[in-house]
C-alpha cells in the first residue's frame, strides 16, 4: 500500500511540474522543447509534435517536435502529408473540434491504417505505430490557427488506450490555453508594431503582406492607390504590377523581402511610384505564424502624395546642403542605381553622400533611409509649397 502511495504522490508531482512547464511555454514559447519532453515521457511514448494545420513551418507555420528525426520531417512535409490518413480519417469524422482527444484505433481499423502507402512507406521505417492527438484549436477563433498535439507510440509499446485519453484531456485545457497566450500576446505585439508606424494619417500609401505574398492590411492611401489600378492593382488578394518586368520584380521582392527602392512605371503617364520594401523580421518570442506580416511596403506617389518635409529631417540629422538634395534625390528616383543612371552625378559621390545620411541618420540601408524620409512626409495641403518650391528653399538655405 505504501509503495501505491509514493508511485501516487510521485504521478501527482511530474504532473504538477508539466502543467507548470505548460504555462512556461505561455511566456517562452522555446519552453514548448521542454513540455514536450515530459508529454513523451509521461505518456511512455516515442515522439511529440505541436503544429498547425494552415502552414508548414517553410511559410510560418507552428511545428515543434521531440523524438522525430529531422529526415522523417521532410518526408512528411515534401510527401506524406497528403497521404496521411490519420488526418483524412479525422476530417472525415469532424474530429477537428477543441477538446477533442482521439487515438489510431478510434479513426481507422489497425488492418486498414496498416495496409496504407502512409504506414508502410512511413510509419513503419521511422518506427511510429499507435497516435494520440489532441485537438487544441479549430482555427475559427482568430488568431488562433488549427493547432494539434500529437503524441506517438512505436512498434515495441502498448497502444494508447482509455487512461491515456482520460490522462490528456487533464493536460488538454492547459496545453490550449498556453498556445492561445503564445498567439495573443504575439498579436499584441504585432498591433504595437503597426501603431507605432501607422500611416492612417500620413499620405504615403502602406501596406502588410504575408510570407506567400498575400494582403494582409492597408491604409486608406494604400487602398485608394490600389483602387486607382494606374500601375498597380489588387488581384485575387495579391499586389500586380502593370508591366511584366514590374511585376516579376514586385513578386520576387514579396517572397524574399529583401531588396533596395525600386520604381513601378504607371500606364497613365504620371511619374512611377517609388516602393519602399521593409522586411519584418519576427520576435524571437513569437510562436511561427504564417498569417504573421512578412513585408511592409511604402509606396511613394510624387504626383499625389505627401511632400517629405526634408528642411526638417536636415536639422535634426544636421545634413549639408548636398546630402539633402540627395536624400530628394532617393526620393524622386528611388535608389542610388537609378540616381547615376538619371543624373550627371558622380557614382562615388552618390555612394559617399548616402553612406554620409545613413551614418548620420542611424539608418542601415536604403530602404530604412527612405522610410524615415516617408514618415516625415505630410500631406500637401499642409505643406507651404510644391516640391519644386520646396527644394528652391532648400538650394536657398544652402
Not at 21 to 45: C, G, M, N
Not at 57 to 79: I, S, V
Not at 194 to 200: A, F, K, P
Request: charged share 25%; proline share 6%.
Amino acid at each position: 500500500m505504501g509503495e501505491q502511495q509514493c508511485v501516487s504522490s510521485l504521478a501527482r508531482s511530474r504532473a504538477k511540474h508539466l502543467v507548470a512547464d505548460i504555462y512556461e511555454a505561455a511566456l517562452r514559447p522555446t519552453h514548448w522543447a521542454v513540455v514536450l519532453e515530459s508529454l513523451v515521457a509521461q505518456f511512455k511514448a516515442k515522439a511529440a509534435a505541436l503544429r498547425t494545420f494552415e502552414a508548414m513551418p517553410e511559410t510560418g507555420g507552428l511545428w515543434m517536435t521531440h523524438g522525430l528525426e529531422r529526415r522523417a520531417l521532410d518526408e512528411f512535409r515534401r510527401y506524406f502529408q497528403a497521404r496521411n490518413v490519420w488526418e483524412a480519417c479525422a476530417t472525415a469524422r469532424g474530429a477537428f473540434k477543441p477538446g477533442t482527444v482521439v487515438t489510431s484505433d478510434m479513426l481507422l481499423p489497425c488492418r486498414e491504417l496498416q495496409a496504407s502507402e502512409f504506414y508502410r512507406d512511413f510509419l513503419r521505417p521511422h518506427d511510429l505505430n499507435d497516435l494520440l492527438g489532441l485537438v487544441l484549436h479549430d482555427g475559427l477563433t482568430p488568431p488562433m490557427p488549427r493547432t494539434v498535439l500529437s503524441i506517438f507510440r512505436g512498434h515495441r509499446h502498448a497502444r494508447f488506450g482509455e487512461a491515456d485519453v482520460n490522462l490528456a484531456r487533464e493536460y488538454l485545457p492547459h496545453l490550449a490555453r498556453s498556445v492561445e497566450m503564445n498567439f495573443r500576446f504575439a498579436e499584441l505585439r504585432r498591433l504595437e508594431a503597426i501603431n507605432r508606424v501607422s500611416l492612417t494619417r500620413f499620405a504615403p500609401a502602406f501596406a502588410y503582406f504575408r510570407r506567400d505574398g498575400a494582403l494582409l492590411e492597408a491604409n486608406p492611401a494604400a487602398e485608394e492607390l490600389f483602387a486607382g489600378r494606374d500601375g498597380l492593382a489588387l488581384v485575387g488578394g495579391r499586389l500586380k504590377a502593370h508591366t511584366a518586368g514590374d511585376d516579376e520584380l514586385l513578386q520576387r521582392v514579396l517572397e524574399n523581402g529583401d531588396s533596395p527602392p525600386f520604381r513601378i512605371e504607371r500606364p497613365s503617364g504620371k511619374s512611377p511610384y517609388i516602393a519602399v520594401p521593409v522586411s519584418l523580421r519576427s520576435d524571437a518570442l513569437d510562436p511561427p505564424d504564417a498569417r504573421r506580416p512578412h513585408l511592409a511596403l511604402f509606396l511613394h506617389d510624387p504626383e499625389v502624395t505627401a511632400e517629405p518635409k526634408l528642411d526638417v529631417l536636415a536639422r535634426i540629422y544636421r545634413l549639408t546642403p548636398s546630402e539633402t538634395r540627395m536624400v530628394q534625390a532617393l526620393v524622386v528616383y528611388g535608389s542610388a542605381k537609378s540616381i547615376f543612371r538619371n543624373t550627371d552625378l558622380n557614382r562615388n559621390t552618390v555612394r559617399s553622400q548616402l553612406n554620409s545620411v545613413l551614418r548620420k541618420t542611424g539608418t542601415n540601408a536604403q530602404a530604412e533611409l527612405m522610410r524615415l524620409v516617408l514618415m516625415s512626409a505630410v500631406p500637401k495641403y499642409e505643406s507651404l509649397g510644391s516640391g519644386a518650391q520646396l527644394a528652391e528653399q532648400f538650394a536657398a538655405s544652402a
